[in-house]
């Protein structure tokens, strides 16, 4: 394929609650993108950064901000945002330039330092702000969401509590070794059961928390990077659509659906839509993955995903789980990071974070998290408001 | 001297979104005159059917009715602006199908009825309850609550 880009370097700061400036994650994480590269910030021809909402002006300029840190050098900038998805954003603008041919190597950066507790909208009333409103008028938190998804796969599919429970056990066994993982904690079946209820049916320890941390990865055409290397990790497909209309599927933020009436249900759902541009970008199918790193917003959200990237038909996620297909050693498996549960969320980093790992597997450095042979791997996830984001990588 | 709870005024959390007709309240969405598509909340630009895009669109009240898509709760208390009233009591949500604007709607469930007494597929039933009080008024948002027999839609 001609439209590829090669991963040269990958990096991360671990998760946590640290509590410091989101800058140093960032820095910290590029310094070693640079590292694994084999190359200096000076030789960097583009920084794309991923903004953060939550730490002032700095984060919505992110790429200058990581740009200042790191030390002017003069070499253009892009900043973006796009939610969750901000790093698929990202790397996608770095992408395009270089398949455009306007430069030959770039760095992304995205990190987060994130509050306490529930994510809340920003500050001051806001009365035609969605967002805001749902806060307002339902006191519709992110969980809510999850929740009402989670509930329908009870009603629909027959999942059942325990099930969620196994995605959470199971992201935990994968996660406990990964050093850059926040919680590395191999959690029970009975200890997910124990925990609160948030948002029924969702546990406590079914829903991700939020974190700082901090992610990078330098990019470069394929001729740059066959200097430096005989068999790079390569970005096949970067996917960013939109839904098609109508959406009726209820999302964060919104308060309703859109309509159905006049125009009919569309051919494929949102969430299996993101995959599905991915696919076809690159002329591979579900069929092809070796592993996939999915958005376990809460431990029911990644069944949902099976499907979505058509692992299994509806409906059949459970039966997936319950076979071990998803775990390491498994058929596929899925989130071998650890996933969401183990690291909570660092929103603008995270999507950069889920192609780190999918590098690391694919040239055998996972360690004990390693799936043998690994050739194809495919992150997802969606941002608010409709951004879809999903990278697939191959090697080899 | 204080207000009792019959004398307090009344307001809507937000203007234009629901009839403040306590007895047979209605969404107010809008409602494409070219391709018959619906929006709540009201959509006033112009019809986002991308296969539309007209710019006439009429004001309309939603069914009041519809079938339970699924439901949630609220353990804990929601952050700001949500304004909670001490001590928080647990609540549901429910995403309700109309059947008519072929779409789902979500709002708070009343008092009283956990996600127990909830099924999905369920007969919803639109009611207006307070959102929050203070001593001199009470604001209304739009809820759901199971419906009874017979109801009027």
Known sequence: ?396 | MANTGAQKSVKPAIEGWFTLDERAPHLIGSRCRACGNYFFPKESRSCRNPGCGASELEEVQLSARGRLWSYTNNCYAPPAPYVVTEPFEPYALAAVELEREQMVVLGQVVAGIGVEQLRTGMEMQLVLDTLFEDAESRTLVWKWRPAAEGASR
């Open chain 1, 1 to 396: 394929m001609s439209a590829e880009v090669a991963i040269l370097g990958v990096g991360m700061h671990p998760w946590g609650k640290w509590g410091r400036n989101f800058v140093e994650y960032g820095v910290a994480a590029a310094r070693a993108a640079l590292a694994d590269a084999g190359l200096e910030w000076k030789d960097i021809q583009l920084v794309a950064g991923g903004d953060t909402m939550r730490n002032g002006y700095p984060g919505y300029v992110a790429g200058a901000t990581f740009a200042q840190a790191l030390g002017w050098t003069g070499c253009p900038v892009v900043s973006t945002y796009g939610a969750c998805a901000t790093g698929a954003q990202a790397i996608n603008a770095a992408r395009a330039q270089i398949l455009a041919g306007l430069c030959d190597v770039a760095l992304v950066v995205g990190a987060d330092t994130a509050p306490k507790g529930f994510f809340a909208p920003q500050a001051g009333e806001r009365s035609a702000d969605p967002d805001w409103l749902r806060f307002r008028l339902l006191g519709a938190t992110n969980p809510i969401y999850f929740g009402l998804y989670a509930r329908r796969r009870m009603d629909v599919y027959g999942a059942t509590q325990l099930d969620f429970a196994k995605v959470k056990v199971k992201n935990s066994r994968h996660g406990y070794n990964n050093p850059y993982a926040r919680y590395k904690k191999a959690y029970t079946i009975e200890q997910v059961l124990e925990s609160p209820i948030v948002s029924d049916p969702l546990r406590l320890l079914d829903i991700c928390a939020t974190s700082d941390g901090g992610a990078a990865l330098v990019l470069s055409s394929m001729d740059y990077a066959r200097r430096r290397t005989s068999d790079p990790v390569r970005i096949a497909a970067v996917s960013t659509v939109t839904p098609r209309y109508p959406n009726t599927i209820l999302e964060m933020p919104n308060f309703a659906t859109d309509s159905a009436v006049g125009v009919g249900l569309a051919e494929t759902p949102f969430k299996d839509s993101i995959a599905k541009a991915a696919y076809e970008q690159c002329g591979l199918g579900p069929e092809d993955l070796s592993l996939a790193e999915v958005y376990d917003l809460s431990s029911a959200l990644e069944l949902d995903w099976y499907e979505n990237i058509g692992l299994c038909p509806a409906g059949e996620a459970e039966r997936l789980l319950r076979d071990g297909d998803t775990a390491l050693g498994g058929r596929i498996p899925v989130n071998t990071s650890g996933g969401l549960g183990c690291f909570g969320e660092a929103v603008p980093a995270q999507a950069m974070a889920q192609v780190c790992e999918l590098t690391w597997q694919l040239r055998g450095q996972a360690g004990e998290r390693q799936v043998e042979g690994a050739r194809v791997g495919l992150s997802i996830n969606q941002g608010l408001f409709g951004h879809g984001s999903s990278v697939i990588v191959t090697r080899g």
